[in-house]
């Protein structure tokens, strides 16, 4: 089975920009994750989605949103970027929506706010 | 909220020796994972655990899953110079939503 894929795995953005980044789970998982690697916070859950509903969500500002399309693949979208938001951003897929299914995750985007 | 304290923050290894790192944390999960995360890629799963007292082995790896739920540790014996990298412990909770610990640095003594 091929594994999650992120695109674009390199991305380079202005402060008040906006960027959509891109996650394709792994074949039949439905669950999508979100997470924000920073060197000084370490990864940091974004939010959920299962079935195309949003299932939970982190402490991030309004400006962080997501959606999951019917083929489970699903977007994430951030808004006036600020410096800040300079992080490897992570998705992760899972079979089902529980607190017991593993989490296999993607490379990552490297998103860079200059 | 949740928090996991995981050490040491970081080693040095020797090729052969045995490594241990553990996490704790104030809350109680479902599930603890543990991930290895190379530069410039995503977090690779080794280990899941999913009973309380569970102890699990993938090849050099064991860890276990406290009996109180709270804590995990995890031992790779005989190491080699591949180890090297970023280890996470990771708790699981509400649906897949993951608290991860710090990380602990995994480097080769020259």
């Known amino acids: 089975k091929a594994g999650v894929t992120q695109t674009p795995r390199y991305l380079i953005k202005t402060r008040g920009q906006q960027v959509t980044l891109s996650c394709s789970p792994i074949?039949?998982?439905?669950?999508v994750s979100w997470y924000q690697q920073t060197p000084g916070q370490g990864l940091q859950f974004l939010f959920e989605?299962?079935?195309?509903?949003?299932?939970n969500k982190g402490n991030f500002p309004g400006r962080f949103s997501g959606r999951q399309f019917s083929n489970s693949r699903s977007e994430m979208n951030v808004s006036t970027l600020e410096l800040g938001d300079s992080a490897l951003y992570l998705c992760?897929?899972?079979?089902?929506?529980?607190?017991?299914?593993?989490?296999?995750f993607g490379p990552g985007t490297r998103l860079t706010v200059l | 909220g949740q928090q996991l304290n995981q050490s040491p923050q970081s080693m040095f290894i020797q090729e052969g020796e045995d490594v241990s790192m553990n996490c704790t944390s104030s809350?109680?999960?479902?599930?603890w994972l543990w991930y290895k995360q190379d530069p410039g890629e995503g977090p690779v799963l080794l280990i899941a655990?999913?009973?309380?007292?569970e102890l699990t082995s993938n090849g050099r790896l064991t860890a276990q899953f406290g009996i109180t739920r709270k804590d995990s540790f995890l031992n790779i014996s005989a190491s080699i110079p591949s180890d090297v990298g970023i280890y996470f412990c990771?708790?699981?909770?509400?649906?897949?939503?993951?608290?991860f610990g710090a990380g602990t640095i995994l480097r080769v003594k020259s």
């Open positions: 074949s039949g998982h439905r669950s």
């Open positions: 992760a897929s899972s079979p089902q929506y529980s607190g017991t299914a593993k989490q296999f």
């Open positions: 655990l999913y009973k309380a007292g």
């Open positions: 989605y299962f079935s195309e509903t949003q299932r």
């Open positions: 990771a708790g699981q909770l509400d649906g897949n939503k993951l608290v």
């Open positions: 809350s109680i999960f479902n599930t």
